[in-house]
């Protein structure tokens, strides 16, 4: 069988962790770009060099030339400029809009036929974008958002419950911006609903609440303790797992930044829902009953998305 391959675009912290994490888990050939002279060609040797130590056999290249991305089976672009402490995910429309142009293009170009995972920010926007520049298929791009939520989101109530991160399970809805939606609803440990979990004075509505609004500004946070730049390490592992989704065909459920038409009552839109990956790329939106509360609030994250466009 043919080995697969990976083009990751931008080289930065997010590029760079998705490389080694790709090495690690061999999902193919792996090509790294930027338009940063030096930059891929030496993380791709660095990381090249960690294969003997570690004990992967992966190929790993770095390029700024799009043409080397040809023929790649998923591409994940993390290229563009993360905010800064005091900027929300919105402010840097305007700059990375222009690097999505260039990406789209280099995609229509040389990768046609790929599996596509944005992760640059103002996220919903930012992959709307992208499928428009590139002219995929719309269950070909995707965005990078929910997974990550949901995994600051579990990480939270695990710690409020005192119980491993493994038998949480959690999704968020909605923009990946200040108005996102964490789902207290559908969110279990090991198949026990949070809401019940506080009926039986587990913990507090007002200690889960706090939780939802520390998962919504959990980018944020992190870009204050790191003040030069955003998380890299779980938005990398997010990507990572909805690539090997599709490399693997397997129909995995998970809340993504899909190309929504009609669900939810949304009209033709990137925003985060739960969906299924496989093969085909994005080949399921599930539209979940929510209660009044979610709904009123994915409405309104709807409607900051939509502001953006
Ligand atoms: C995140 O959620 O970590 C990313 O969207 C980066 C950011 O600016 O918050």
New binding site residues.
């Given amino acids: 069988m043919a080995r697969k391959k990976i083009a990751l675009i931008g080289a930065g912290n997010i590029g760079g962790t998705l490389a080694h994490l790709a090495a690690q888990k061999e999902l193919g050939d792996i090509v790294l770009f930027d338009i940063a002279e030096g930059v891929p060609q030496g993380k791709a040797l660095d990381l090249s060099q960690c294969g003997p130590v570690e004990g992967f056999d992966a190929s790993i290249t770095g390029t700024n030339d799009y043409a080397d991305i040809a023929g790649a089976d998923v591409v994940i672009v993390t290229a563009g400029v993360?905010?800064k402490p005091g900027m929300s995910?919105d402010d840097l429309l305007g700059i990375n809009l222009k690097v999505m142009k260039a990406v789209g293009e280099g995609l229509k170009q040389y990768a046609p036929d790929a599996f596509v995972i944005c992760i640059t920010?103002p996220?919903d926007a930012m992959v709307w974008a992208l499928r428009e520049f590139s002219g995929l298929p719309h269950n070909k791009v995707v965005g990078m958002?929910g997974v990550?939520?949901s995994a600051r989101f579990s990480t939270f109530l695990a710690w409020e419950f005192g119980v491993s991160v493994r038998d949480v399970n959690t999704f968020v809805l909605g923009g990946?911006g200040d108005t996102m939606v964490p789902v207290v609803q559908y969110s279990t440990v090991n198949g026990i609903p949070v809401p019940d979990l506080i009926k039986m004075g587990l913990s507090t509505q007002e200690k889960i609440d706090a939780i939802v609004q520390r998962t919504r500004s959990?980018?944020?946070e992190?870009?204050g303790l790191l003040k030069t730049g955003?998380?890299f390490y779980a938005?990398a592992a997010s990507a990572i797992a909805m690539a090997e989704a599709y490399l693997n065909d397997q129909k995995r459920i998970l809340p993504v930044a899909a190309y929504v038409d009609g669900q939810y009552g949304v009209d033709g839109l990137y925003v985060g829902v739960p969906a299924m990956i496989g093969a085909e790329g994005i080949e399921k939106v599930i539209e979940i009953e929510l209660d009044a509360e979610a709904k009123a609030n994915l409405q309104v994250s709807v409607d900051a998305v939509k502001e953006l466009l």
């Fill in positions: 993360p905010r995910r920010n996220l958002a990550l939520d990946h959990g980018g944020g992190i870009v955003s998380a938005p």
